[in-house]
C-alpha cells in the first residue's frame, strides 16, 4: 500500500459540477501538496499546508479550493471547471516544510480529471 | 528565480545499453537536487537527490548523479538500462525544501 492514497483515480465532470478530490497519508508527516500534471508542462505546484495551515497559494484560480482537517487528510475541491483544467492532479506529502532538503516529497498515484 | 531544463523530451535507447538523462539548472544560490521517476499510472517516486558534500549521488534501482556546479548541471546516469526502467524521469530543484521547481521530464523508452 502506498503511503499517499488518492481517490478517485479517474473522474469526468461537467463544467458545471461540484467534485472533491481526497488525498491520505499515512507516514506521520506534517506538509501536504496539491500539484498538477500537465502534458508537456513542468509539474505546477498549486498549495502547500504545513501542520494544518497553508502556507502556499501558487496563483491558482479560485474555482480550486483546498481543505486541510488534519495533516492526514487533503481535499481539492472542485467547481465550475474549464476544460483546461483537465490533467493529472497529484498530492504529495513530506515530514515537514522546514526547507533543510532532508524532507523529500511522497506522491500518491493521482487522479487523472477531465472536464468536459 | 529558480529554473530547471531537461533539453530531452524522449530518450530511446535499446535495452543494457548505458543512459544519460540531462539537467540544467539556474540559481543565484546554493540548491538541492533532486530526480524523480514516474512509471505509468504512478505518481512521482524519489531516485536520488543532492544536498551537499560528494557530488557523485547513488540512488535506487542503478542510476547516480553527478552534481557540475560550475556547468550548473544534474545529469541522471545508469550503466545498463532495463525495460522496466521505462518510465518519466523528472529533474527537480529547490533552495528550500518545500517548493520544488520540476522540469518537463524525460521520457526514458527502452527497447528489448
Known amino acids: 500500500e502506498t503511503g499517499v492514497t488518492q481517490t478517485p483515480r479517474h473522474l469526468v465532470m461537467g463544467m458545471t459540477n461540484k467534485k472533491s478530490l481526497k488525498c491520505e497519508q499515512h507516514l506521520g508527516h506534517n506538509a501536504m501538496y496539491w500539484y498538477k500534471q500537465s502534458a508537456k508542462k513542468p509539474l505546477e505546484l498549486m498549495f502547500v499546508?504545513?501542520?494544518?495551515?497553508?502556507?502556499e497559494n501558487n496563483s491558482v484560480p479560485s474555482r480550486f479550493s483546498p481543505e486541510c482537517p488534519n495533516s492526514s487528510h487533503l481535499f481539492l475541491h472542485l467547481h465550475t471547471l474549464q476544460p483546461e483544467d483537465s490533467a493529472l492532479y497529484l498530492c504529495?506529502?513530506?515530514?515537514?516544510?522546514?526547507?533543510?532538503?532532508?524532507?523529500?516529497?511522497?506522491f500518491g498515484n493521482g487522479t487523472r480529471l477531465t472536464v468536459t | 528565480a529558480q529554473s530547471v531544463t531537461q533539453l530531452d523530451s524522449q530518450v530511446p535507447v535499446f535495452e543494457e545499453a548505458p543512459v544519460e538523462l540531462r539537467c540544467n539548472y539556474s540559481?543565484?544560490?546554493?540548491?538541492?537536487l533532486f530526480w524523480y521517476v514516474q512509471y505509468p499510472n504512478q505518481g512521482l517516486q524519489l531516485l536520488l537527490k543532492y544536498l551537499s558534500g560528494s557530488t557523485l549521488v547513488k540512488g535506487i534501482n542503478g542510476f547516480e548523479a553527478e552534481f557540475n556546479k560550475s556547468q550548473t548541471s544534474f545529469h541522471l546516469r545508469k550503466p545498463s538500462v532495463h525495460i522496466s526502467d521505462t518510465a518519466e524521469y523528472f529533474c527537480a530543484v529547490s533552495d528550500s525544501a518545500d517548493k520544488l521547481i520540476f522540469g518537463t521530464g524525460t521520457r526514458l523508452q527502452v527497447f528489448p
Open positions: 504529495a506529502s513530506s515530514q515537514d516544510g522546514a526547507g533543510d532538503g532532508n524532507s523529500p516529497l511522497h
Open positions: 540559481s543565484s544560490v546554493s540548491v538541492y
Open positions: 499546508y504545513n501542520f494544518k495551515e497553508q502556507t
